[in-house]
């Protein structure tokens, strides 16, 4: 009888996809009463330099003993070093999320997801549209613009949010009116403080305000609440804005980031994969999604 | 390569491939099958058509530990998995390891399954259908490649593929046993068994045109009708050969949070799958649950690859006990109208 | 991490699920070196009330002493965890809180005689009458679902138990179905955690973990009605275990169908 | 008046106290009061098939629920005429010596020897005793493993049914039992000579009545068709009502039960009092050399008695799983008929539990369960009241009664849950 001869553990050495980094929390501070900003480096430099993204990615994040969620990345890649996100306390990994100090480890992995079309996207106008939590990923994408200002056209940033204390970035955001190299357009539905210089009344009231659009060379990122999308969507197809053009992200529940625990599947596409974001007219071809209504299914 | 042995070599064959690894095969359980640690060929039963559970189990078992932790990090729990050899897979499984191959192996490989998958040697065994197979309407009633080793019973011999290295590693442990003599005789045998495997088929389902009725029957009562027939239970995806969806949950150390990341079985059939912050849920309803689990089998993964994501396996038609199942809703979309 | 204060409260039923606290052997020790037990009578003596982190409470609740016992335990503790299925559905002593016919049952039983003691009523869930933060079901619970709970209360994690129906645990240990041979097995509109046993050992599920989260009552009836067996006898079994749970849903059901009629 | 309480009575199961009232030094009452919410369960399994009820009655009681399970399933058999076949009935042996050593360890050990050394409670004895308390669990918890591998789990298993068992356990799992039940042993021996060195006091003793269920073949064994009362009489266990007379208190949710109108115990004690020559082995050596005429009057007594019983039941298993492993698989008998009665008794740990029913058209028409519990809360308090009697009279303080009175309750380990299916001492 002759031996065998099958190399048994010809295991190829490769990272586990699944395998959460520790990174450490730098910073963080509450931007509303539930939302908090976290500023994190990695703990192992090696991890800081593979964490190479582009804006509309997101990571899965991990609290030791709670589990894993995804969560968009906030900081943009032209800014290395630290990761930044903004996160709403929903339940309970968040829960256990926010009773982390600074110092503490989380643990990350990612980038994960398609991210927004930087390449398609140079040279054209951009105008990014963001109300309440939308604007986790979209400041990704704001920061990014401003810091490559040349490589693209006119550049437009209209921001909603319920009250003045609920709008996250706020300082942030009234700094960055001073500048002339982009239209920056903030309002809230209520100013319960008096204090409020800005617009009042709902996001879509700032489109009188944007003057002649280009439509055909625009690209356009959405992200807000349900209700948001609705007519924001409404007044860009009115705008002439090609489908193929107008930017959303989709939120789906989530347990691997790539592509494996099937819960983020609509139809054949993953949301991890394919999106989170998708062209509006990707999103027509969703049945799952044009059935219910835009609305109900993308990012809050 | 295909070889010929003679059936009563069989028995043999398997005692020296044990050398390799552990051996698993059909073993009868009550009325049904399932696949079990056997010492040897006289404790299976290569008549039995499908196991209550598809040999999915072996690659992807329904609850592991992915990652040991403490607040230095994560550690892969890897190298636990002994080798195994599964005799009597038969094609329509094979098919859907192939499937399973397609997800886990290809973009971002998943290392549970490929060290699984490195680990298992698949002999296959030709079958006999029963009333609920169906996988000659979704081509999958004979198979290429897959497999290690693949068994065709000619009733006095079988013909052997050989399919991989690692197999004919398998075969050159016992070269005796095996022979390259294929007469005029053999090749005409071969061909009746083809022709006659294929008008064994009674199940009468058709799956062409599938996409189009899907897309045309989206917002059709049929689906609210099967909804309030189902009950939610998961079976149909537990069973189904081609479903891979899972959960993943972190259990802690009692004083401590040092703990285990453990992954297990999910279906979209639950109503957990799909909510998200806010406690929105996408699927909600019932039906709109089944729809996915449908559209997904027989109409997307057409969409994107060409062939249905059924193997026609008929594990969920023996498994429903209310009887939904990929034949039963085809014809229900096809006829507008849910059988009894 | 400073130890949480936990106590251990046992009301009306089999005291099966302190007796699986107690079935925790290599682990109890542990336990009990995690945590600080003020209270755990059926353990020890040295027993005194006092704030709690979390309270486990046993039982459903049947007497006007235990009520108020119950409402005190409440008060003192930050967290209530229901354990067991009587203490989160009734169990089977409240099967019949639907129906009503107390007095009767209880004079069947106890005669005329007077018994001194607190009033008693017919069994209730916890939650009929204070707050719980957290079920673990389960007739008893199970060890390594309930130690998987505690371990992460413990740890002031968030615990995750099954949400799906038995049938799932059952297919993970490539049980036949009993459905599906023309039997009863209340598992598709059972909580899962216990592992499928029942059917593992070739029995039905009685439904003894009490309602899934998702149940479809209506199809499992139908589909019971299918297979022969009266009306009566499916309510009569399914509530069994899922007390007042199921009971409603078994009235929502027949409301339901009286509507359509 | 004055009262004297110990509510709630600790390391039993279930939810009871013990209330002594006083006037002067004399003694008004003691009582074991059963504060546990009613459960009504024999009404509610009326209308039940037999199948409902015998998953419905295990749940009065999680300690003894093989027990309860095993008396209603001979119950439930005899009414319907169903003749189970010889390897369910191992079976249903092996499951009972689980439960046994299961019960014992954890009663003997656990709850009632923290009283003797002075200590609140097992966990406190851990520093000074913790070989004792690893021995109780390494014993409770195979107790344990032989009710999970017969039953299916360790509380409430379904496995045991009518006519025979859903599933037989493998060769691996009885060769398991086998081999662990003779590497545990040392562990039992331990318990018999240490309850066998403990000092009993004198104070609660007094004549009562022993009985026992009669083992069939003139061996030891925990249920059987006849009782043995330690009189010499014997009754057949379809005649239960003469031995029990029910009647309701008014301090408790439990019954309670007299024989020709006097108090009378179930037990290990009674078992052995009444079945202790036939115990062969290890069990029955120390049997000898350990039994008394104190054991027919202090009921402190039944713990020492609880150990060598757990000696025994270890002593069976491996006689036992072999018999099991040489049978093959049987059908379930099936009923004969439809309408019937029957009774079943066995022996719980704590005493005789018996089951009964009427059934008609398949449907259980009347239940009645009795008990151990039940059976022995009068000679619990008949004890109770003579020894806190004679203590008073010897000038004791109140702590120190209260403390004997509930070493007395506890040493009948009563299950409170199962007699709703305990001590408060008052002044005048
Ligand atoms: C691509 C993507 C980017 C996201 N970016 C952000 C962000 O930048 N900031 C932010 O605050 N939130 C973001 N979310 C949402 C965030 O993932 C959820 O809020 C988070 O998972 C809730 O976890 P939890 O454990 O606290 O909540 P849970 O207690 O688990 O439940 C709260 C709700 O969240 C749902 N949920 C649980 N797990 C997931 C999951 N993995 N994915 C989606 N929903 C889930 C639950 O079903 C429940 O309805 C993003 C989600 C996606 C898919
Ligand atoms: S389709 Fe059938 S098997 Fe699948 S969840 Fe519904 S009832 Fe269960
Ligand atoms: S046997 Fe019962 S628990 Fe198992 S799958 Fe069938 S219905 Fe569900
Ligand atoms: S299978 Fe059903 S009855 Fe059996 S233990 Fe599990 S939940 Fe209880």
Request: proline share 5%.
């Amino acid at each position: 009888m002759k031996r065998l001869c099958v190399v048994v553990d010809d295991r190829e050495v490769e990272e586990n996809p699944y395998k959460p980094e520790m990174w450490r929390i730098v910073r963080r501070y509450p931007l509303t009463s539930d939302v908090n900003f976290f500023q994190m480096r990695a703990v192992d430099v090696d991890d800081l330099l593979k964490m190479d993204y582009r804006p509309g990615q997101f990571i899965m994040g991990s609290v030791l003993g709670e589990g894993e969620a995804p969560f968009s990345i906030s900081s943009t890649p032209s800014r290395p070093g630290l990761m930044e996100f903004c996160i709403r306390k929903v339940g309970t990994l968040t829960e256990s999320l926010f009773g982390l100090k600074e110092n503490q480890t989380i643990g990350l992995r990612g980038p994960y997801g398609n991210g927004f079309p930087i390449e398609k996207m140079e040279g054209k106008d951009i105008m990014i549209i963001a109300g309440g939590l939308g604007v986790a990923s979209l400041r990704s994408l704001l920061l990014y613009v401003l810091d490559n200002r040349d490589k693209f056209g006119n550049l437009v940033y209209l921001h909603g949010a319920r009250t003045p204390g609920e709008m996250l970035f706020r300082e942030e955001f009234m700094q960055l009116k001073e500048r002339d190299d982009l239209n920056c357009l903030l309002t809230v539905d209520k100013d319960d403080t008096g204090q409020w210089t800005e617009r009042e009344g709902v996001v879509t009231n700032l489109f009188k305000e944007l003057g002649p659009v280009d439509a055909k060379n625009t690209y356009v990122a959405v992200c807000g609440p349900p209700v948001m999308y609705k007519y924001v969507i409404q007044q860009l197809v009115g705008l002439n804005i090609p489908k193929h053009q107008i930017l959303m992200t989709l939120e789906r529940r989530m347990k691997c980031g790539v592509g494996k625990c099937g819960h983020c599947a609509i139809e054949y596409l993953y949301t991890c994969m394919d999106g989170p974001v998708f062209t509006y007219w990707d999103v027509l071809h969703m049945k799952e999604i044009i059935g219910k209504g835009v609305s109900d299914n993308v990012i809050a | 390569m295909i070889l010929k042995m003679k059936k009563e070599d069989l028995s043999a064959f398997l005692e020296s491939a044990k050398e390799w690894g552990e051996l698993w095969g059909p073993t009868r359980k009550g009325d049904k099958v399932a696949f079990e640690k056997v010492d040897a060929l006289s404790q299976m039963d290569l008549k039995a058509t499908r196991t209550i559970i598809p040999p999915k189990k072996f690659l992807y078992p329904p609850r592991f530990t992915m990652f040991d932790f403490d607040d230095g990090g994560y550690v892969e729990r890897t190298g636990e998995v002994p080798n195994r050899i599964l005799f009597g897979i038969h094609p329509c499984d094979t098919h859907g390891i192939q499937t399973m191959d397609k997800m886990f192996l290809e973009e971002y490989k998943d290392p549970y399954y490929a060290e699984r998958r490195e680990k298992t040697l698949l002999l296959g065994h030709s079958c006999i259908p029963d009333e609920k197979c169906m996988c000659s309407a979704t081509d999958t009633e004979f198979i290429a490649e897959g497999f290690d080793l693949f068994f065709t019973d000619l009733k006095m011999f079988y013909l052997v593929w050989v399919g991989s290295s690692r197999g004919h590693d398998l075969v050159q442990m016992r070269p005796e046993l095996f022979n390259r003599d294929i007469g005029k005789d053999d090749i005409i045998n071969y061909t009746e068994y083809r022709s006659w495997k294929s008008s064994q088929f009674t199940s009468k389902v058709d799956f062409t045109g599938m996409p189009d009725i899907f897309e045309l029957g989206y917002n059709s009562p049929v689906w609210d009708e099967l909804a309030e027939k189902c009950l939610s239970c998961g079976q149909c995806t537990m069973v189904c050969p081609t479903c891979n969806c899972y959960n993943v949950v972190d259990e802690v150390e009692l004083g401590t949070i040092d703990g285990t990341r453990d992954r297990f079985w999910d279906s979209c059939m639950f109503r957990e799958y799909s909510v998200v912050a806010g406690g929105h849920n996408f699927r909600d309803r019932r039906a709109d649950r089944l729809k996915l689990w449908y559209t997904h089998k027989l109409q997307a993964y057409i969409g994107e690859f060409g062939e249905p994501a059924c193997v026609g396996c008929g594990r969920c038609v023996a498994t429903c006990p209310v009887d939904i199942n990929v034949v039963s809703v085809s014809k229900a979309l096809k006829e507008q109208e849910v059988g009894k | 991490m400073s130890s949480p204060k936990v106590g251990f409260y046992g009301f009306t039923g089999c005291a099966g699920d302190q007796l699986m606290v107690l079935n925790c052997e290599d682990r109890l020790v542990d336990l009990f070196g995690a945590t600080e037990i003020l209270s755990f009578a059926m353990a020890k003596s040295d027993n005194h009330d006092g704030e709690l982190d979390v309270a486990f409470v046993e039982g459903s609740i049947s007497t006007e002493e235990q009520l108020e016992h119950l409402k005190d335990i409440r008060k003192r503790s930050k967290m209530l965890v229901a354990i067991g299925t009587c203490a989160c559905w009734g169990g089977p002593q409240a099967m019949k809180l639907e129906e009503g016919g107390y007095e009767e049952r209880y004079k069947k039983v106890y005669g005329n005689a007077s018994i001194e003691l607190s009033k008693a009523f017919e069994a209730q869930p916890v939650d009929a009458f204070v707050k719980v933060e957290m079920k673990i079901p389960g007739c008893p619970i199970d060890k390594t679902e309930f130690l998987s709970a505690v371990t992460k209360v413990v740890a002031g994690r968030h615990p995750y138990l099954y949400k799906f129906p038995v049938c799932t645990e059952c297919k993970w240990k490539e049980n036949p179905c009993i459905l599906t041979e023309g039997k009863f097995c209340a598992g598709p509109l059972t909580k899962a955690g216990c592992g499928a046993v029942c059917p593992s050992h070739n029995i039905p599920c009685v439904g003894c973990w009490g309602p899934t989260d998702d149940l479809n009552v209506s199809a499992e009836y139908n589909l019971l009605r299918e297979k022969g067996y009266d009306v009566d006898e499916i309510v009569k079994k399914i509530k069994k275990f899922g007390g007042a749970g199921v009971a409603k849903m078994v009235k929502e059901l027949s409301a339901k169908k009286e509507a359509k009629k | 008046m004055k009262t004297l309480e110990v509510v709630p009575l600790t390391r039993v199961e279930g939810d009871g106290g013990i209330k002594v009232t006083l006037d002067g030094k004399k003694v008004r009452s003691v009582t074991l009061d059963v504060h546990e919410g009613p459960r009504l369960i024999e009404q509610l399994v009326v209308g039940m098939t037999p199948e409902d009820d015998l998953n419905v009655v295990p749940r009065i009681c999680a300690i003894c629920t093989l027990s309860h399970k095993y008396a209603a399933i001979r119950g439930l058999e005899n009414a319907l005429g169903i003749d189970p076949p010889e390897k369910a009935q191992v079976m249903r042996d092996l499951m009972m010596l689980g439960e046994n050593v299961e019960s014992n360890s954890l009663h003997t050990f656990l709850l009632a020897l923290p009283d003797f050394l002075g200590y609140p409670s097992a966990i406190a004895m851990l520093d000074d005793y913790g070989d004792d308390v690893k021995r109780a669990l390494r014993l409770k918890k195979f107790g344990n493993r032989v009710m999970q591998i017969t039953s299916g789990r360790i509380v409430h298993g379904e496995n045991p049914g009518l006519g025979g068992f859903g599933k037989y356990p493998t060769k691996n799992q009885l060769t398991e039992i086998a081999l662990k039940s003779k590497e545990l042993i040392p562990d039992a021996v331990r318990a018999v000579e240490l309850f066998g060195s403990l000092e009993y006091p004198e104070y609660p003793e007094a004549e009562t009545t022993f009985m026992s269920v009669n083992a069939p073949a003139k061996k030891f064994g925990l249920a059987g068709d006849s009782i043995l009362i330690s009189n010499g009489k014997e009754t057949d266990a379809d005649d239960y009502k003469k031995l029990t007379s029910e009647r309701v208190v008014p301090h408790s949710f439990a019954k309670r039960s007299l024989y020709e109108d006097k108090t009378f115990a179930v037990g290990a004690n009674a078992r052995m009092i009444n079945m202790g020559k036939r115990v062969g082995g290890r069990a029955g050596d120390f049997f000898k050399e350990h039994y008394s005429e104190r054991w027919l009057r202090n009921p402190l007594l039944n713990n020492l008695a609880q150990a060598i019983e757990m000696l025994w039941a270890l002593e069976q298993m491996p006689e036992t799983t072999e018999l099991v492993a040489s049978m093959d698989d049987p059908k379930r008998a099936e009923p004969t008929r439809l309408t019937g009665s029957g009774t079943g008794a066995v022996e719980a740990p704590r005493g005789i539990l018996y089951h009964h029913y009427d059934i008609k058209d398949g449907l259980v028409e009347t239940a009645d369960i009795i008990t151990p519990t039940a059976q022995n809360l009068d000679d619990i308090e008949m004890h109770m009241k003579l020894c806190a009697e004679r203590m008073l009279a010897d000038d004791k303080k109140d702590a120190e009664v209260l403390l004997a009175l509930e070493m007395i309750a506890r040493a009948y380990d009563p299950c409170i849950s199962c007699a709703t299916h305990l001590v408060t001492l008052k002044r005048l």
